[in-house]
């Protein structure tokens, strides 16, 4: 059965970036992906030409296009710019930021029984960018709108209807902030009598962290506002290996941006030693959404593969590959 192209727009980010998007695209290529790559001027290559790291024609383009496949970009601590990641996200309205969690076969972690995903709502609360200078120093307000905590509570109960989970964990702290993280609590409360067949539960975020260090797993689905979502999603990847091997997803209605969530690496970039592990498993995500399922689970698999044996693996996991080695280790996997 011949599958229809998808036409995809491509952020080869900073650092480590293009990197990583090289050996993707590589790999991709290799699995049969049919794909009609569309370059996207953004990052650190856009601020040195003189312009914003997430110029408005590149958004213009991203919304036209509706799927996009990221590689890191940096953003400056405590001034200059903000992060053209949540300035893209934003203006894409990819309100539901998912993070699977899940220990990889053969890789030593923290928690081997951890398999959760994060939903994280993606364009409110703390990060939705109002702050302002006072005459006492600096405020930001959280933004929690009803449609906001709405949409994201039953894209994750959808989630888990669709995905045979049975239990969704929602993140809080409205015994504090008992307006704001109170509404989003009582939103998702309200969603979740829509799905009777699945398990609701709550928790406090600063418990939950603890929780989900000594009993990952009591999680399946959490969703949880955005400051709160970011924070608890590096926790959980940080059982699983680290966030060289956590892949996200960042959807809309019929939009979707796939990223690596980690850093740029810039103490690496250029050596031609960076992980793309990260990277590989959001494009798997992405063939997925595109309707490309047997591509997605070639990729995954060849991926995983290449991981379970030590001397496949990066440096960074053990191992003593290169990027382009490690590329060729997955390529040669997808003929087994």
């Known amino acids: 059965m011949t599958t229809e192209t998808a036409k995809i727009g491509l952020i080869r980010g900073d650092g480590i970036g293009p990197e990583i998007t090289q050996a993707t695209l ?36 991203a919304n036209e296009l509706g799927v996009v496949l990221k590689g890191p970009m940096m953003t400056p601590v405590g001034g200059g710019h903000r992060s053209p990641n949540v300035t893209l996200r934003r203006a894409m309205d990819l309100y539901a930021n998912v ?21 994280r709502e993606n364009t409110e609360g703390l990060y939705a960018g109002i702050e302002r200078v006072t005459e006492e120093g600096a405020e930001a ?31 809080h702290k409205a015994n504090i902030l008992k307006l704001s993280s109170g509404l989003f609590l009582q939103i998702a409360q309200e969603v979740s009598k829509d799905y009777p067949e699945i398990e609701c539960a709550d928790l406090i975020i600063d418990a939950a962290c603890m929780k989900m260090v000594m009993y990952p797993e009591m999680f399946d689905v959490v969703v949880t506002t ?37 850093g740029t690496a810039p103490d690496i970039a250029g050596q031609g030693v960076a992980n793309p592990t990260a990277l590989l498993v959001a494009a798997a995500q992405m063939l997925t959404f595109v ?46």
């Not at 059982?239 to 969530?261: D, R, S, Y």
């Not at 060849?302 to 990027?323: E, F, P, Q, S, Y």
């Open 99 to 119: 993070r699977p969690v899940r220990a990889l076969p053969g890789l030593r972690c923290v928690a081997p029984e951890a398999d959760m995903v994060i939903v």
């Open 141 to 171: 307000i959280a933004r929690v709108t009803r449609e906001g905590s709405e949409r994201v509570a039953r894209f994750a109960f959808e989630y888990a209807r669709k995905n045979g989970r049975d239990k969704v964990t929602i993140l």
């Open 226 to 262: 955005n400051l709160f979502g970011d924070i608890i999603s590096d926790l959980a990847a940080g059982l699983v290996g680290g966030l060289g091997l956590a892949p996200g997803a960042n959807i809309g209605e019929g939009k979707a941006m796939f990223e690596a969530v980690h």
């Open 26 to 61: 590589v790999v991709l290529d290799a699995a049969g992906a049919q794909i009609d790559w569309v370059e996207l001027h953004a990052g650190q290559v856009a601020t040195d030409s003189g312009g914003h790291p997430m110029p408005d024609e590149t958004i213009a383009r």
């Open 291 to 336: 309707g490309q399922d047997a591509v997605a689970r070639r990729v995954h698999a060849a991926v995983l593969a290449a991981l379970h044996n030590k001397r496949t693996r990066t440096r960074d996991l053990g191992g003593k590959l290169n990027t382009a080695e490690f590329t060729g280790a997955v390529i040669a996997h997808m003929g087994e």
